[in-house]
């Protein structure tokens, strides 16, 4: 009888691409499952790109329906294993309602001591495993007792593009000549990391274009608006500033197309070493958000940190603190130095 798993995991796109392993683990393990994402919104564009996921539940779009659409909905998947990776007390009880047989959850939700079947001893806080190792371990309420090693779990974070790439974005990153690279700096990260800052990655636009390479600088409409001064500055060194005007299906498949892609530990760099694209995370040393935790997964996946482990600075002055700034510039530039043009998609 095959199994159909319902792994909930309802908060960020880089937290998503970071629970693939879980779903491909699951594929390994019981050949001929069904492994369905429950997330949000925004996040349903990564599980439709993922070679693991069978089909997606809308958290949002659930919480509009009555209480009784909603356990209906769940029964309606033929989960008959609900692995809760994000904790979620709303979709817990819901879970125990809709009489999902096997509900595994950690033992530090009180809500998973009286709704789900079969509870992990799991800390995160201080953890020395990677987010994705830490996914994985939530298996154990299945009898598999693993700890993976960081070199097998990469391959399982994969994605796909959907959908095929505008014929202008196409030609225009078919424009670039022998050697340039087509590289994307993606700024902001609407809070999800510490942020290396416009200064930094103005310097490092005009750096990459004198080094002959095409820049793209990527963002949300918000997170454009909040570049306004910023780009008329940066204008004259850029390929395009594409902010505001890909949605995640075309943003997926821009990078996909794309060398290489420069950010904080935030969404975008998961997504382009997902895709196996060159990534570049820029990290501070503070725990749990240093690179040992969060670092990008992919063939051509890489971060830089500021040799300062653990900087008490970064913990109790988050705004002063300058471990993330003290990554300079020409040295991310010596990295993307070692990087070669990809075949575009």
Not at 112 to 117: A, F, K, S
Not at 137 to 160: K, N
Not at 194 to 217: D, M, S, T
Not at 245 to 259: G, V
């Amino acid at each position: 009888m095959s199994r159909t798993f319902l792994l909930s995991r309802t908060d960020a796109i880089g937290d998503v691409v970071l629970t693939l392993p879980v779903a491909g683990r699951l594929k390994q393990l019981f050949p001929g499952c069904r492994v369905l994402l429950l997330g949000r919104t925004y996040t349903q564009a990564v599980a439709a790109a993922c070679p693991w996921l069978d089909g997606f539940l809308n958290f949002d779009e659930l919480r509009q329906l009555p209480e009784a659409a909603q356990v209906a909905a769940l029964q309606a998947t033929g989960a008959d294993i609900i692995l809760h990776v994000f904790p979620n007390r709303h979709l817990a009880w819901l879970a125990r309602k809709a009489g999902i047989a096997h509900r595994l959850g950690t033992c530090s939700r009180w809500f998973h001591w009286l709704t789900c079947t079969r509870l992990v001893a799991l800390s995160r806080r201080h953890s020395p495993l990677h987010e994705a190792q830490l996914n994985l371990q939530l298996l154990q309420g299945l009898g598999i007792s693993e700890t993976m090693p960081l070199a097998a779990v990469a391959p399982l974070v994969q994605l796909t593009p959907t959908v095929p790439l505008r014929p202008e974005l196409l030609a225009l990153l078919q424009a670039r000549q022998p050697g340039q690279l087509n590289l994307i700096l993606h700024p902001r990260s609407r809070g999800s990391a510490r942020e290396w800052g416009l200064a930094h990655f103005g310097q490092l636009v005009r750096l990459l274009y004198q080094a002959g390479h095409r820049v793209f600088i990527t963002g949300t409409a918000a997170e454009g608006e909040e570049l306004r001064e910023w780009l008329p500055q940066h204008q004259p060194y850029l390929a395009a500033d594409l902010t505001g005007q890909l949605s995640l299906p075309e943003f997926i498949a821009f990078i996909a197309a794309a060398d290489g892609l420069v950010a904080g530990s935030t969404g975008p760099l998961h997504l382009a070493a997902a895709l196996g694209r060159y990534a570049l995370g820029l990290y501070p040393p503070i725990r749990p958000m240093h690179p040992g935790r969060w670092a990008p997964l992919g063939p051509h996946a890489g971060f830089m940190v500021f040799d300062k482990p653990n900087c008490q600075d970064c913990r109790t002055q988050p705004a002063a603190c300058t471990c993330i700034k003290a990554l300079e510039p020409l040295g991310v530039l010596a990295r993307i130095r070692q990087w070669v043009p990809l075949p575009i998609a």
